[in-house]
């Protein structure tokens, strides 16, 4: 991913309404409609805008089936912030495993915090 394309996942990942969106489809796929009813305090309209942006960021990856949208998670945009972001700050990752659109299981890689915080230090990274 190119810089402009992170951003983009950042400015999708800033909202506290399209984090509670991913939270939901962590366990599968939902239709839009499914995502709509987990918000009773949103428009159907506000909630269609919140998933265009998880959409642009690719955060979110929708299949049309019919008259019904299929919404899932694409794990790759996170890959992408874990291995230029996180590992640059000395956050690592650990194994895990995610369900895809079509059901089934990817391994991708978890973000834990820092074990010793002692180790995270501005000298760490800028001295050789």
């Given at each position: ?44 309209f506000n909630v269609m805008k919140h998933l265009d942006v998880l959409r642009t960021s690719e955060l979110v990856l929708t299949e049309v089936e019919g008259r019904r949208r ?59």
């Open positions: 991913m190119n810089e402009t394309e992170i951003d983009q996942v950042w400015k999708a990942l800033s909202d506290p309404t399209r984090r509670r969106i991913l939270e939901s489809l962590r366990d599968g796929s939902k239709t839009t409609t499914e995502i709509i009813e987990l918000f009773p305090d949103l428009t159907r299929i919404n899932s998670l694409n794990p790759e945009p996170f890959e992408a912030i874990q291995s230029t972001w996180f590992q640059r700050f000395g956050i690592f990752s650990e194994s895990t495993t995610m369900r895809t659109k079509d059901g089934s299981k990817r391994n991708v890689k978890r973000i834990s915090k820092l074990k010793n915080k002692k180790d995270f230090g501005w000298r760490k990274y800028t001295e050789p």
